[in-house]
């Protein structure tokens, strides 16, 4: 029993947190503010690189911005981005803006544990450094955390071309509404990089929160293509336009035609039309949040359910 009382003091809370929420998710607000002015960006950010961390907007506001999440039932500001203008990306008549995350912080958590929680997850991190594929550095990943506070879907993404095809879970993605453009970034050694620069097509699975544990399973496939189509253990059916493989129990399914591509960082930062959109199922979809911002709701008695 007593264990149960000491370990939020002596356990780092996780950093990320699997939920389920029926999209579109009307949680968290964020709002972009420059100069006086601001704007509601919540369908218009994504992350375009871990390392070094970047966000993309489709709006070039300033130079110096800054990027408020807001809590819509309490109206609370959860956290914030300091974020600075490092490049403009032109496409036809739309622009996107990249930016450098300088700064960030929540007020998910009250002051002491607020400090002391971002010790213990830094500590944690720096111990299995090793094993931190991203190499990203402690503040990095805390300034992260703070973007993940508008939850993040989760999709599973097909590839399909002649001697390579490939399904695997992305959650670095989304629309960049005022551009009509889609995001997505990939750690640059991903096996289907190359594929996908190549025909540049794709097609998004949004999964069901149940299917979890198999696309956290998919998660090889980052590193190893897909010998067979047909060994995945859920069914397939094609694409309306591409006929390329994507999940029948999907909530919806997006085909997107790669206009663009660039290597920012550790990653590829891949920009995209939709093509078709389907919306096949109304249901939970399996999202990412921070963990500070699951506790928060929790003691607001609005958890997101857990998955
Ligand atoms: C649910 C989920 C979502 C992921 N989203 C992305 C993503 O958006 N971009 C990316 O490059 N990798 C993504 N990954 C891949 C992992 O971050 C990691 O690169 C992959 O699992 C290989 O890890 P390893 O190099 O540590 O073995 C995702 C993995 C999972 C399980």
Known sequence: MW????????????????VAIVPPSHAVTATLHWDGQSMDVTT????ASLNPLMIAISFDASEQVMLEYNDNATGKL??????????????????VAIYHVEAGEHHCLAWPRRSWNTWLQNRSMLKNR???????APLAAQQLMVAYLCPRPVVLVSVDAPGQQNIFPMDLIGPLKRSGLFSFALRSTNVSEPVMREV???????????MKGIVYKLSVHHKEPLQDWNALPFPIRPSKEFGIPAVVEA???QELNIVH???IGLHTFFLGHVVSDEHWAEGAQLHHTAGFHQIYRQRQDMAFAEV
Request: no cysteine; proline share 8%; hydrophobic share 45%.
């Open 78 to 95: 959860l956290g914030l981005l300091r974020l600075s203008r490092t490049a403009l990306i032109a496409i036809q008549d739309a622009s």
């Open 261 to 263: 591509s660039q290597v």
């Open 130 to 136: 090793a094993s931190n594929h991203l190499n990203m």
């Open 3 to 18: 264990k149960d009382w000491i370990r939020p003091f002596v356990r780092p809370l996780p950093q990320w947190s699997p």
């Open 200 to 210: 540049r097509r794709v097609v998004l699975s949004n999964v069901p929160a149940a």
């Open 44 to 47: 218009d950010h994504t992350v």
């Open 251 to 253: 909530l919806r399914i």
